[in-house]
């Protein structure tokens, strides 16, 4: 599809204006037959189809209730543009101009809203999805267009790899996937220099697999660098459970373990385009947990790269396993933060649902920071405690610890887990389990992997 800016609205096929509350629209038609005729009020996300036979330069009038406009946010115009598109679509249409009367330039929400709309999955389905051929926008500037069009890019670059089979997206892919993004300096360590690391728990997770681990070092260093930020993502490529293996219902989408990983490799390619002053290492410690002779069992002991012992209580909960050693690489390098997003608890998806990710870290200002651009993102983050009484359960009586706990308060005591291989940087934990992967519709997104956290990092980074 090919997004343009002009000036003003052109003889067209569809034109989609929009209604506030209480106010008439920018079309006279529209306001004669949607409004006057059919009292068509303009509530948020209301949408009303004019045929105009002939009395307007378009074919079709397509107006989008905007709410009120005290309201109204870029949020909500990424939400509404991607309503209206979805209309587009469902009436086979092929070209469209979007010419809104707003206040500000919302260029770059309307084309993250357009973009993720457009987006499908439909690469081994035989009947493909309609696509319009052409959007153009008007009294947006070019410069917030193309900005739209970089964290629309990358959310969907990043639901592809989420979406793409296990058989396809394994730690070999991946590490081929970072190797071929342009303007970043890529390191990939195979098992024995992951060995020779010392990354004891990470490795022990990847053992049962035929798919050697890949540990991913990614860096973009940007002209004027005034802060230095590693951001990892679980890279767990299929996640069976491992010898304490999951319910065959519960694998169906365990393809998803690495949207951590692929949120990152996203962001990484978008920060190529936008070329923010900041330094930033993108992480990832890729491989799968599989049931095997050759698999990690319940009760071995683990040594990670910072010494600490491990006692496996459980195989299935091993992303904590994975962070843990990349997190000890990323205090490493000498860097102002440490940002890890990870699918890592089913405790958090029980407690937040499907539209808001946990944080928790151990410096407030950088937790109230990214829980405020997650906001201002369209994305939702809670907070959830770290209390020191959420370790007890932690307690090993032949290890430092044991890598998982009470099912109670679950995704606090995963985050003092991962907080024991933090060390002397500001650091902050992203549980995406519950907002990664959808199993129905939701708002402006389809089934399937959604693109979490790529838009607040990129706006965080920036």
Known sequence: ME?????????????????????????EL??????????????FGQTYLLHTLGKSSADKILVIG?????????????????????????IKAKKAVFDFNTDGDYGKSAVIGLLIADYAYDKYKSEKVHHLEEVSFTKYSQESVNEGMIFAQAMNFTRDLANTPAQIATPEMLAETAKNIQGLETK????????????????????????????????????NVHKKIAVIGKGICFDA??????????MLTMKDDMSGAACVLGVMQALAKLQPDVEVHGIIAACENMPSGSSYKPGDILTAKNGKTIEVDNTDA???????????????????????????????MVALGTYASGIMGNDDE?????????????????????????????????????????????ASTAGLFLKEFVKDVKWCHIDIAGTAFLEKPQKEFIAGATGAGVRTLLNYLK
């Open 188 to 223: 990939v360590f195979d098992k024995a220099q992951i060995e020779s690391m010392g990354m004891g728990a990470y490795l022990a997770v990847g053992q049962g697999s035929v798919h050697e681990p890949k540990f991913i070092h990614m860096k973009y260093t940007g002209r």
């Open 241 to 250: 459970g491992g010898l304490d293996i999951k319910p065959a219902s519960s």
């Open 66 to 90: 905007f709410g009120k406009r005290e309201e109204f946010n870029a949020n909500k115009m990424t939400e509404a543009v991607a309503k209206a598109y979805k209309k587009l679509v469902q």
């Open 3 to 27: 997004i343009k800016t002009i000036q003003s609205a052109v003889p067209v096929e569809v034109l989609v204006i929009n209604k506030f509350e209480g106010e008439n629209t920018s079309e």
């Open 30 to 43: 529209a306001n004669t037959y949607a409004v006057e005729k059919d009292g068509f009020e303009g509530k």
């Open 318 to 348: 091993e992303g904590r396993l994975t962070l843990a050693d990349a997190l000890c690489y990323a205090c490493d390098l000498s860097v102002d933060e440490v940002i890890d997003i990870a699918t890592l608890t089913g405790a958090c």
């Open 366 to 410: 950088m937790l109230q920071r990214l829980k405020s651009t997650a906001e201002n993102s369209g994305e939702k983050f809670w907070e959830l405690p770290m209390f020191k009484e959420y370790f007890d359960s932690l307690k090993s009586d032949i290890a430092d610890m044991k890598n998982t706990g009470s099912r109670w308060g679950g």
